[in-house]
């Protein structure tokens, strides 16, 4: 069975970073093809696709996020680790963790996603 | 700003046919496999179509995707009211090697 749960904090002051963490099971990162993303969603708004890290380490990020990004993992542990940096009132969203499986080209597998309020 | 476009909104009544569009461009459906996801009120999103037109086990036949040139549609049949949601298209971006999604199209069953 596989699952992917995020964990974080729920407040974060502007200005700080954001660290994620997805913890999954049911799947190996190190399995060829196997990759893990991040997308969020503001409340009431569209899923925005964020970053992904492939079995090989190999890392993508979204163009306008890129510069606030970084995405790792720890294989043993089955983590997938997001920081985003100098977090902002517009990053208030439901961030979630999902899985692109092995020679698939889609997100088989989310997490239920947190909410993370961006408030002073 | 989404990558692909969705019309917001579509309505039909329980038991009719109902499609969903999804526009692109050849950087990203032009050359890259489509998928859809479902988004029940309050839950995540879930996989429901991949590869252009492929079910992932579970997933009923009502349920259907196409692909041609740079647009998708998803097609769902015999309406009913628990398939009211939001829908999702997704799909690569190879200029930007980023994923994108559609800005999601509601799904009303009247």
């Known amino acids: 069975q596989i699952t992917l749960k995020e964990s974080g904090p729920t407040l974060v002051k502007p200005t700080q970073t954001l660290t994620l963490t997805c913890t999954f099971s049911?799947?190996?990162?190190?399995?060829?093809?196997?990759?893990v993303g991040w997308i969020r969603q503001p409340p009431g708004k569209a899923l925005e696709w964020l970053a992904l890290?492939?079995?090989?380490?190999?890392?993508r990020y979204s163009p306008s996020l890129k510069s606030r990004l970084t995405i790792t993992k720890d294989t043993s542990k089955k983590q997938v680790v997001l920081t985003m940096t100098n977090m902002d009132p517009v990053d208030t969203a439901t961030y979630y963790c999902?899985?692109?499986?092995?020679?698939?080209?889609?997100?088989?597998?989310w997490g239920q996603g947190t909410l993370v309020t961006v408030s002073s | 700003q989404s990558v692909l476009t969705q019309p917001p909104s579509v309505s039909a009544a329980p038991g009719q046919k109902v499609t969903i569009s999804c526009s692109g461009s050849s950087s990203n459906i032009g050359n890259n496999y489509v998928s859809w996801y479902q988004q029940l009120p309050g839950t995540a999103p879930k996989l429901l179509i991949y590869?252009?037109?492929k079910r992932p086990s579970g997933i009923p036949d009502r349920f259907s995707g196409s692909k041609s040139g740079t647009s998708a549609t998803l097609g769902i049949t015999g309406l009913q009211t628990g398939d009211e949601a939001d829908y999702y298209c997704?799909?690569?971006?190879?200029?930007?090697?980023?994923?994108?999604f559609g800005g999601g199209t509601k799904l009303t069953v009247l």
């Open positions: 997704g799909t690569w971006d190879s200029s930007l090697s980023a994923g994108g």
């Open positions: 999902a899985l692109r499986g092995s020679g698939s080209y889609c997100l088989e597998y």
């Open positions: 049911g799947f190996s990162l190190s399995t060829s093809g196997v990759g």
């Open positions: 890290i492939y079995w090989d380490g190999d890392k």
């Open positions: 590869e252009n037109n």
